[in-house]
């Protein structure tokens, strides 16, 4: 069979490269998955740029999420059966015809749900609706997010108002408002505009805005902590421009201000079975009622990994970029 494998770290469209390996046999408690697509995260190329939070040993495979059919079964699986759809979110090496995966980590498909839709089912809708369910927010509360055209942060503002909480969305580009628009979204602040601040006051019509969500870094950061009110919390999602966040002393000082990180794998990894089902039956509610969408911008086969990775760094992506075998 195929797999993309990378010999050292660097940028995947340069150092990824389908290779022939032998079919696995899944053991005790495993399964084994034919590939039918796989979605390209940021934390993938990341991984394989050696500059993740968890660092492969080389030569290493790549990819975490996917759908696929159940195609062998490891001794002692029961809950699963062959020719089953599954998706997995925390796989890794899915980027290959057939892969192994953890049985109990494996969640069937409902039949309703497209290949598209259940290919980005796990990572980033639970971790958005991870996130949500982590910042203690009630029905009224007011949240700022910035990213807001990325996909966890166009998730946060979709599930945030089944809940009842209102979300102002920042985007970088004017463009980027009706890019939202577009999926149902309001309350959209672009950032490169003057008297923006202005602007999120007036949607918030002056209530305290109790979390901030940042995904960017740099002075991003700084002006996503600008707009919450005293005892707010500023939680650090990601890093997509600066390593470094850049905010203002005062601020966290004058606002009593807690800064916080999250990391959706070791949330989801400490998460009880019981929560776990909790959010998964809700993110499928909500896809069944059409209150979240997982657009697609383009699929691409494994051979053409290179041109893959380059359509998932292109500005004005309006939807995830999918691996085929």
Request: charge should be negative; aromatic fraction near 4%; include cysteine.
């Amino acid at each position: 069979m195929r797999a993309l494998i990378h010999h050292t770290f660097g940028d995947p469209a340069q150092v990824l490269a389908p290779e022939d390996v032998a079919t696995p046999e899944p053991g005790p408690g495993e399964a084994r998955v034919r590939l039918l697509l796989s979605p390209i995260h940021n934390h993938d190329v990341w991984t394989v740029r050696g500059t993740y939070g968890v660092t492969p040993e080389l030569p290493a495979r790549a990819g975490t999420e996917a759908v696929g059919i159940v195609d062998a079964l490891g001794e002692g699986v029961t809950h699963l059966e062959i020719g089953q759809r599954v998706a997995t979110g925390g796989t890794f090496g899915v980027w290959a015809e057939q892969f192994i995966a953890n049985a109990a980590a494996l969640l069937p498909v409902p039949d309703g749900i497209s290949d598209e839709a259940a290919a980005q089912l796990v990572a980033m809708p639970f971790s958005a609706l991870s996130l949500l369910d982590s910042l203690g927010l009630e029905s009224g509360d007011w949240m700022i997010q910035n990213a807001a055209n990325g996909a966890v942060g166009r998730l946060v503002a979709q599930l945030a108002p089944a809940r009842g909480i209102n979300v102002i969305c920042l985007v970088r580009r004017a463009e980027g408002v009706a890019e939202l628009a577009a999926h149902g979204i309001e309350r959209i602040v672009a950032t490169d505009s003057e008297g923006w601040q202005d602007r999120v006051a007036e949607l918030t019509g002056g209530a305290p805005v109790r979390v901030g969500i940042d995904s960017v870094g740099g002075q991003a950061s700084g002006d996503v902590l600008s707009q919450l009110a005293e005892d707010g919390t500023l939680v650090v999602f990601g890093a997509m421009a600066s390593p470094t966040m850049e905010i203002a002393s005062g601020d966290v000082i004058f606002k009593q201000a807690t800064v916080r990180g999250f990391w959706g794998s070791k949330v989801s990894a400490a998460m009880p079975a019981q929560d776990r089902g909790r959010l998964i039956g809700e993110l499928l509610a909500r896809l069944a009622d059409g209150t979240i969408t997982l657009p697609v911008e383009a699929t691409y086969p494994l051979s053409e990994i290179a041109d893959a990775v380059r359509a998932n760094a292109a500005p004005g992506r309006a939807g995830k970029i999918l691996l085929a075998p």
